[in-house]
């Protein structure tokens, strides 16, 4: 069965940097395009960014675009998410997502104060 793994959430401080991880099984990874969300505390899962199953055209929110890239190693059966300048209202629990499969990994927490 599809099975998302992430990690690499953290606390940091704002402006700073972080990548997150989702190792992705029991799918042919190279196949499919993958997405991002969060879900701020209190508030409604998000959309953050999605990239095609070869990795070109890459879309992001408009919240996330010039601070955040997304890209994957198909080799590796590996979805990343570069987050850079974090902010405050970065916060969240962050989720990788195959749109194909309705599936999601369990999410991994990113905070970011001082």
């Known amino acids: 069965q599809v099975q998302l793994v992430e990690s690499g959430g953290d606390l940091v401080q704002p402006g700073g940097p972080l990548r997150l991880s989702c190792a992705a099984s029991g799918f042919t990874f190279s196949t499919y395009g993958m997405s991002w969300y969060r879900q701020p505390p209190g508030k409604d899962r998000e959309w953050v960014a999605f990239?095609?199953?070869?990795?070109?055209?890459?879309n992001y929110a408009d919240s996330v675009k010039g601070r955040f890239t997304i890209s994957r190693d198909n080799a590796k059966n590996t979805l990343y998410l570069q987050m850079n300048n974090l902010k405050s209202e970065d916060t969240a629990k962050y989720s990788c997502?195959?749109?194909?499969?309705?599936?999601w990994g369990q999410g991994t927490q990113v905070t970011v104060s001082s």
């Open positions: 997502y195959v749109p194909s499969f309705r599936s």
């Open positions: 990239i095609t199953n070869d990795g070109g055209i890459p």
